[in-house]
Each structure stands twice: as C-alpha cells, then as structure tokens.
C-alpha cells in the first residue's frame, strides 16, 4: 500500500440510514488499513456519537443557514490547514457546500464529492465546482451523473460493504452448520415453526421502499397459504400506521408481523424463507448482500442499482417495477418451491464468498485506487 492518508469525512445529516451506515463501515475499514479518518458533522449526528464511540476524532459544526454556512467555509479552511488532511470526502449538499469550499480555501491536495443516492442532481456546484473529483456507489449512479454532464473520468465506484456474519469466517462446512442453528434459534424467538414460510423485509419504512406493494403483492398469496407469514422490520411512523390500516384491509393482519426497528438485524434475516423488498428507487442496497451472506433467496424490483448488488436468476428474482402480477409469481415460484429457495439461498451463500468488491478489503482497495489515482492526475503524486 502507499503511504496512509489523512482523510476528513463530512457529512450533514443527524439521521443516521444507508447513507451513514457506509460512511461508518468505510471509515472502520479504512481505518483498519492504516489510513488516518477523522469526520466532521453536525452536533447530534447519531453518526458522530456512533464514531466518537468507536475512537476517531470528530470535529462538530453546526451547517444550517446563510450565516452558519460562511462562518462554516472559514472554520474547515481552517481545519484543513491546521490538520493537513491529504483528502476531504464531502457527502451531502450541505456539507459538500460548505466543507468542499472550505477545503479548497484551505489547500486539501484532494477534494471528493460522494453521491450514494439514485435521486435527480439539480445543482453541479457541489459535483463540478467544488470538489476534484466524485465517488458514487453503483454504475447505474454513476450513468445518472455522465448524463447530468459530469465528466465520466472524473467519476469513480466503490460498492458499499457487507459486513458478514461471524460464523462466515469458518470454513463452508462450519458456517453453514452455524448459520443453520441460528436459523432455528432465531425462529424459535420470533415464534415461527419450522413448516411456516417467512418472508422477510428489513428497511426503514419510507414510501419509496415499496412496502405497501409488497403488501398488495403477497396478500393472495397469504389468503392461498395459512402457513405463509411475512414480518417487516423497520421504523417510520406515518408509514407504520398506514401498514397496519392495509393489512386490516386486505385481511392478512394476523399472517403481517410489523416489528418495527430491531438490533441485529443481519441475524433476524436468518429466519427469512425469503428476502423480499420492493422498492421504488435504491442507489445500490447493502441489505441485499446482507441476505445472501446468510442463504436467503431475494425478490425484489429491478430498480436503480440493485441488479449490481445480487445475481438476477441465481439467488434473486426481479420484477419491473409498478408491476404488481409479476411481484407476486415471483414471489409464489419461492413460496411454492422449499428445493428452489435452497438452491437460490445456496447461490447467494456462495457468490458472497467470493465477491471480494463487497469486502472490506475490497472496498478500502477501491478507495485506496482512486484517491491515490486522483493525486496524482491533481500533481501531487503517491502521497
């Protein structure tokens, strides 16, 4: 490896969903390749407590306001000297505006803009203007930006890691035992018996995720199979409660199991028959790889840059989206077939196994590749 880097991450947001999980599981593996990684954030950012938690140093800084945005530019020119961070990695418009400027003022050889949503892009200030260069999550992200008129060689890929369960580090034979027994454990705790079919989905509950299609999708289903249950773990109030009024309404209350945000939920998919997640719009979805690492079969619609998280037709099946019929035959080929879900389960296991891309070692490669590429077309050669 070259020289480590001294990396300042920013990022806005108090929230703490898929954008956040990636910045924290990325600057663990970068840390642990021997990188230096500091964040700034706003204070109260649930992901500034969780990195404070984990060691690294965490500069706060209030990012709301014409006002706070000024003083803010001042203050991370200032960082950024004092600090002399190699690379300054912005993440959202707020802090992109504010840190981008601010590091550019403050002589950082490298600034990068990171994109990890599939939304429309309305202003290239924070792609174009501010930062060297742009790192996203997916190809079909990264297509989003070329067509908005960013430059493609000034676009990079790196895929989100999947952090695996601990057993995975057996040898096959072990791990899939273990997985196994964990399997029985954890159905035995959510009250599942073992001739029940479980169709799982874990994501925060926000319209886009699809849940209501998949709602809609597998209630004839349920009315079809007594012994069918589907459990959603996930929070978000306004969209719990329309839920819980759908199930009523399609009958199926008592086989839909709203469990609302779980700990752990690597393990809970353990107890999944089935990975089901219909969502409208996903930039890439480490939760797909998160299923596979533990043998579950996925459906899911082909949107945005999940068919570059999974293996369409091996350990997932994928319907268009807004095509209610075809979620459902997808979702009936696996409730209907135990030796195709073992099969897909199987392939899944396997395939991540062996997708290095989705490791942290390959993630920090990535990263690593880009930053030190960027550097040097920036004139500042190997660092």
């Known amino acids: 490896m070259d020289k ?5 991450h920013t990022e806005a947001a108090k929230g703490f969903g898929g954008q956040e999980i990636y910045i924290y599981r990325h ?5 642990e390749r021997g990188h230096d990684v500091s964040l700034l954030c706003q204070p109260g950012a649930r992901l500034g407590e969780m990195a404070r938690e984990a060691g690294f140093t965490v500069h706060a800084l209030k990012m709301g306001g014409l006002l706070r945005m000024l003083r803010g530019i001042w203050s991370v020119s200032r960082l950024v000297r004092r600090h002399t961070y190699d690379v300054v990695n912005t993440t959202s418009r707020r802090d992109a505006l504010i840190a981008a400027a601010g590091a550019r003022l403050g002589g950082a050889p490298l600034v990068v803009r990171s994109r990890h949503l599939m939304s ?3 202003s290239l200030l924070t792609y174009t203007g501010l930062p060297h260069r742009v790192l996203t999550v997916s190809s079909f992200v990264k297509q989003l930006l070329v067509h908005r008129g960013i430059a493609d060689d000034r676009i990079g890929i790196v895929p989100p890691i999947a952090v695996p369960p601990q057993w995975s580090q057996a040898t096959s034979d072990d791990a899939w035992q273990c997985l196994q027994d964990t399997r029985a454990e954890v159905r035995r705790e959510l009250g599942f018996s073992d001739d029940q079919v479980v169709v799982g989905c874990v994501a925060v509950l926000r319209e886009a995720k699809g849940h209501a299609d998949l709602l809609r999708a597998i209630a004839p289903l349920c009315r079809q199979h007594p012994n069918l249950q589907l459990v959603i773990v996930g929070d978000g109030a306004p969209v719990m409660e329309r839920l819980t009024a759908l199930r009523a309404e399609l009958g199926i209350a008592g086989q839909v199991h709203l469990l609302g945000y779980r700990l752990g939920a690597c393990r809970l998919m353990t107890a999944f028959d089935i990975f089901a997640l219909a969502s409208h719009k996903e930039a890439a979805g480490t939760v797909f790889l998160e299923a596979a690492y533990v043998g579950v079969p ?6 945005g840059g999940v068919p570059e998280m999974l293996v369409e037709g091996s350990n997932a099946l994928l319907a268009p989206l807004g095509d209610q019929a075809a979620l459902t035959a997808a979702l009936q080929t696996l409730v209907e077939q135990p030796e195709r879900r073992r099969q897909m389960g ?5 395939w991540m196994r062996s997708a290095h891309r989705f490791t942290p070692t390959g993630h920090t490669e990535a990263t690593e590749y880009y930053y030190h590429q960027w550097l040097k077309e920036l004139g500042h050669g190997k660092r």
Do not use: F
């Not at 600057?27 to 840390?31: E, N, S, V, W």
């Not at 996925?298 to 949107?303: D, L």
């Open 4 to 8: 480590p880097l001294k990396i300042l």
């Open 27 to 31: 600057m663990l593996a970068m840390r």
């Open 120 to 122: 429309p892009v309305n």
């Open 298 to 303: 996925i459906v899911a619609t082909r949107v």
């Open 346 to 350: 199987q392939a899944g296991w396997d």
